[in-house]
Protein backbone atom coordinates (compact mmCIF):
# COMPACT_ATOMS: atom_id res chain seq x y z
CA UNK A 1 0.00 0.00 0.00
CA UNK A 2 1.03 3.25 -0.89
CA UNK A 3 0.13 7.08 -0.38
CA UNK A 4 0.79 8.99 -3.22
CA UNK A 5 -0.29 12.97 -4.07
CA UNK A 6 0.20 13.94 -0.56
CA UNK A 7 -0.97 18.00 -0.62
CA UNK A 8 -1.03 20.42 2.40
CA UNK A 9 -5.23 21.65 1.47
CA UNK A 10 -6.07 24.27 4.34
CA UNK A 11 -6.13 25.59 7.68
CA UNK A 12 -8.96 25.97 9.69
CA UNK A 13 -10.48 27.38 13.06
CA UNK A 14 -14.00 28.13 12.49
CA UNK A 15 -16.38 26.06 10.04
CA UNK A 16 -16.51 28.34 7.45
CA UNK A 17 -12.75 27.81 6.61
CA UNK A 18 -13.37 23.49 6.44
CA UNK A 19 -12.21 22.97 2.75
CA UNK A 20 -14.85 21.80 0.38
CA UNK A 21 -12.92 18.82 -0.71
CA UNK A 22 -16.36 16.37 -0.01
CA UNK A 23 -13.12 13.44 0.81
CA UNK A 24 -14.06 11.09 3.44
CA UNK A 25 -11.48 12.43 6.18
CA UNK A 26 -9.70 10.67 8.81
CA UNK A 27 -8.57 12.92 11.80
CA UNK A 28 -5.56 12.60 14.74
CA UNK A 29 -5.84 13.04 17.61
CA UNK A 30 -3.92 12.84 20.78
CA UNK A 31 -1.63 14.91 23.68
CA UNK A 32 0.27 17.85 22.53
CA UNK A 33 3.43 16.10 21.28
CA UNK A 34 2.30 12.44 21.17
CA UNK A 35 3.33 12.26 17.42
CA UNK A 36 0.35 13.34 15.08
CA UNK A 37 1.94 15.57 12.94
CA UNK A 38 4.91 13.00 12.65
CA UNK A 39 2.61 10.42 12.01
CA UNK A 40 1.06 12.21 9.06
CA UNK A 41 4.57 12.55 7.59
CA UNK A 42 5.08 9.54 7.93
CA UNK A 43 2.17 7.69 6.54
CA UNK A 44 2.53 10.21 3.26
CA UNK A 45 6.19 9.88 3.23
CA UNK A 46 7.02 13.53 3.35
CA UNK A 47 9.06 14.66 6.20
CA UNK A 48 7.73 18.72 5.85
CA UNK A 49 3.88 18.05 4.42
CA UNK A 50 2.90 18.63 8.62
CA UNK A 51 5.19 20.85 10.48
CA UNK A 52 6.69 19.12 13.51
CA UNK A 53 8.75 19.98 16.70
CA UNK A 54 10.28 18.67 19.95
CA UNK A 55 8.20 21.27 21.62
CA UNK A 56 4.56 20.69 22.54
CA UNK A 57 2.52 22.99 21.16
CA UNK A 58 3.05 22.93 17.53
CA UNK A 59 0.28 22.44 15.89
CA UNK A 60 -2.31 25.23 16.85
CA UNK A 61 -5.40 24.96 13.92
CA UNK A 62 -6.88 22.05 11.91
CA UNK A 63 -5.00 21.02 8.99
CA UNK A 64 -6.04 19.17 5.78
CA UNK A 65 -4.22 17.51 3.88
CA UNK A 66 -5.13 15.26 0.59
CA UNK A 67 -3.68 12.08 -0.31
CA UNK A 68 -4.63 8.45 -2.20
CA UNK A 69 -4.13 5.26 -1.16
CA UNK A 70 -3.09 3.27 -3.96
CA UNK A 71 -3.35 -1.07 -3.70
CA UNK A 72 -2.08 -2.92 -6.21
CA UNK A 73 -4.26 -6.62 -6.24
CA UNK A 74 -2.16 -8.35 -9.41
CA UNK A 75 -2.94 -6.30 -12.44
CA UNK A 76 -5.59 -4.01 -10.61
CA UNK A 77 -4.42 -0.54 -9.12
CA UNK A 78 -7.31 0.66 -6.52
CA UNK A 79 -7.36 4.45 -5.29
CA UNK A 80 -8.80 5.67 -2.48
CA UNK A 81 -8.83 9.25 -2.01
CA UNK A 82 -8.95 10.75 1.53
CA UNK A 83 -8.70 13.79 3.54
CA UNK A 84 -5.59 13.56 6.39
CA UNK A 85 -6.89 16.12 8.86
CA UNK A 86 -3.94 17.40 11.87
CA UNK A 87 -5.85 18.81 14.91
CA UNK A 88 -4.10 20.58 17.46
CA UNK A 89 -2.84 18.57 20.80
CA UNK A 90 -4.88 18.81 24.00
CA UNK A 91 -2.81 18.68 27.38
CA UNK A 92 -0.88 21.98 27.10
CA UNK A 93 -0.95 24.98 28.54
CA UNK A 94 0.58 27.72 26.67
CA UNK A 95 2.83 29.90 28.07
CA UNK A 96 0.92 32.86 29.64
CA UNK A 97 -0.49 30.92 32.75
CA UNK A 98 -3.98 30.58 30.44
CA UNK A 99 -5.98 27.63 31.77
CA UNK A 100 -5.45 24.84 30.52
CA UNK A 101 -8.29 23.51 28.45
CA UNK A 102 -8.99 19.82 27.23
CA UNK A 103 -9.03 21.34 23.99
CA UNK A 104 -10.36 24.24 22.16
CA UNK A 105 -14.02 24.75 21.45
CA UNK A 106 -13.12 24.32 17.58
CA UNK A 107 -11.49 21.34 17.44
CA UNK A 108 -14.83 19.97 19.37
CA UNK A 109 -16.78 21.86 17.01
CA UNK A 110 -14.70 19.89 13.99
CA UNK A 111 -15.56 16.42 15.80
CA UNK A 112 -19.67 17.34 15.95
CA UNK A 113 -20.14 18.91 12.74
CA UNK A 114 -17.79 17.67 10.14
CA UNK A 115 -20.09 15.73 7.54
CA UNK A 116 -17.23 13.91 5.93
CA UNK A 117 -15.40 12.82 8.94
CA UNK A 118 -15.25 8.93 8.97
CA UNK A 119 -12.63 7.86 11.35
CA UNK A 120 -10.97 9.27 14.20
CA UNK A 121 -7.78 8.27 15.47
CA UNK A 122 -6.70 8.83 19.14
CA UNK A 123 -2.92 8.36 19.59
CA UNK A 124 -1.50 7.52 22.69
CA UNK A 125 1.98 7.46 23.96
CA UNK A 126 3.16 3.76 24.22
CA UNK A 127 5.17 4.50 26.90
CA UNK A 128 2.43 5.67 29.15
CA UNK A 129 -0.87 3.80 27.91
CA UNK A 130 -3.10 4.39 31.18
CA UNK A 131 -3.10 8.39 31.73
CA UNK A 132 -6.08 10.28 33.08
CA UNK A 133 -6.61 12.78 30.55
CA UNK A 134 -6.63 10.28 27.74
CA UNK A 135 -8.97 8.46 29.50
CA UNK A 136 -11.05 11.71 28.87
CA UNK A 137 -10.18 12.38 25.78
CA UNK A 138 -11.60 8.62 25.18
CA UNK A 139 -14.63 8.94 26.73
CA UNK A 140 -15.80 11.76 24.42
CA UNK A 141 -14.75 10.79 21.44
CA UNK A 142 -16.15 7.68 22.37
CA UNK A 143 -19.51 9.13 22.63
CA UNK A 144 -19.32 10.81 19.45
CA UNK A 145 -20.47 7.78 17.40
CA UNK A 146 -17.57 7.79 14.68
CA UNK A 147 -15.41 5.58 13.70
CA UNK A 148 -12.45 5.25 16.79
CA UNK A 149 -8.91 4.04 16.31
CA UNK A 150 -6.51 3.40 18.88
CA UNK A 151 -2.83 4.13 17.87
CA UNK A 152 -0.04 3.58 20.43
CA UNK A 153 2.90 5.87 19.10
CA UNK A 154 6.76 5.97 19.24
CA UNK A 155 6.89 2.30 19.94
CA UNK A 156 10.51 2.14 18.53
CA UNK A 157 11.15 3.28 22.49
CA UNK A 158 9.64 -0.04 23.63
CA UNK A 159 11.19 -3.41 24.00
CA UNK A 160 9.12 -5.75 21.66
CA UNK A 161 7.43 -7.42 25.10
CA UNK A 162 6.93 -3.77 27.01
CA UNK A 163 5.09 -3.01 23.62
CA UNK A 164 2.91 -6.22 24.18
CA UNK A 165 2.20 -5.24 27.15
CA UNK A 166 0.89 -1.89 26.84
CA UNK A 167 -1.06 -2.69 23.73
CA UNK A 168 -2.86 -4.66 25.78
CA UNK A 169 -3.46 -1.94 28.20
CA UNK A 170 -4.69 0.29 26.05
CA UNK A 171 -7.16 -2.25 24.19
CA UNK A 172 -8.36 -3.01 27.77
CA UNK A 173 -8.73 0.72 28.74
CA UNK A 174 -10.22 2.08 25.62
CA UNK A 175 -12.13 -0.65 23.82
CA UNK A 176 -12.59 0.61 20.61
CA UNK A 177 -14.13 -0.19 16.60
CA UNK A 178 -10.64 -2.32 16.23
CA UNK A 179 -7.64 -3.27 18.21
CA UNK A 180 -4.89 -0.60 18.88
CA UNK A 181 -1.83 0.03 16.82
CA UNK A 182 1.78 0.03 17.53
CA UNK A 183 2.83 2.98 15.25
CA UNK A 184 6.65 4.02 14.48
CA UNK A 185 7.11 7.23 12.52
CA UNK A 186 11.11 6.17 12.60
CA UNK A 187 10.64 2.76 11.68
CA UNK A 188 7.41 2.80 9.55
CA UNK A 189 5.69 0.43 12.31
CA UNK A 190 1.81 -0.15 11.74
CA UNK A 191 1.82 2.13 8.41
CA UNK A 192 0.48 -0.97 6.58
CA UNK A 193 -2.34 -1.97 9.00
CA UNK A 194 -3.65 1.49 9.35
CA UNK A 195 -3.59 1.98 5.76
CA UNK A 196 -5.48 -1.32 5.31
CA UNK A 197 -8.12 0.07 7.86
CA UNK A 198 -8.38 3.47 6.54
CA UNK A 199 -9.61 1.66 3.34
CA UNK A 200 -11.42 -0.70 4.98
CA UNK A 201 -13.37 1.75 7.02
CA UNK A 202 -13.75 4.23 4.11
CA UNK A 203 -15.31 1.48 1.85
CA UNK A 204 -17.76 0.62 5.16
P1 LIG B 1 1.52 19.00 18.67
O1 LIG B 1 1.36 19.50 17.27
O2 LIG B 1 2.33 19.92 19.52
O3 LIG B 1 0.24 18.63 19.32
O4 LIG B 1 2.45 17.66 18.62
P2 LIG B 1 2.30 16.37 17.67
O5 LIG B 1 1.43 15.36 18.33
O6 LIG B 1 1.93 16.76 16.28
O7 LIG B 1 3.79 15.78 17.71
P3 LIG B 1 4.94 15.91 16.59
O8 LIG B 1 4.61 15.06 15.42
O9 LIG B 1 5.23 17.33 16.37
O10 LIG B 1 6.15 15.16 17.34
C1 LIG B 1 6.61 15.56 18.60
C2 LIG B 1 7.99 14.99 18.86
O11 LIG B 1 7.96 13.56 18.94
C3 LIG B 1 9.01 15.31 17.76
O12 LIG B 1 10.24 15.58 18.36
C4 LIG B 1 9.06 14.03 16.95
O13 LIG B 1 10.30 13.85 16.28
C5 LIG B 1 8.86 12.97 18.03
N1 LIG B 1 8.25 11.74 17.47
C6 LIG B 1 7.07 11.66 16.80
N2 LIG B 1 6.80 10.39 16.43
C7 LIG B 1 7.83 9.64 16.87
C8 LIG B 1 8.14 8.23 16.79
O14 LIG B 1 7.39 7.40 16.23
N3 LIG B 1 9.29 7.80 17.37
C9 LIG B 1 10.13 8.68 18.01
N4 LIG B 1 11.23 8.16 18.57
N5 LIG B 1 9.88 10.00 18.09
C10 LIG B 1 8.75 10.49 17.53
MG1 LIG C 1 1.33 18.55 15.50
Known amino acids: LQIINPKYVASAVRKDQYPELSLPEIAFLGRSNVGKSSLINSLCNQRGLA ?94 GVHLQIIGTKSDKLKSNEKKK ?7 MFPADSSAVAYSALKKEGREVLLERFINTIAD
Open 51 to 144: RVSGEPGKTQTINFFSAEIREKDHDEVMRTPLCLVDLPGYGFARAGGKKRQMWSSFISEYITSSPRLRMLCLLIDLRHPGLAIDGQAYDWLAAS
Open 166 to 172: NLAILDA
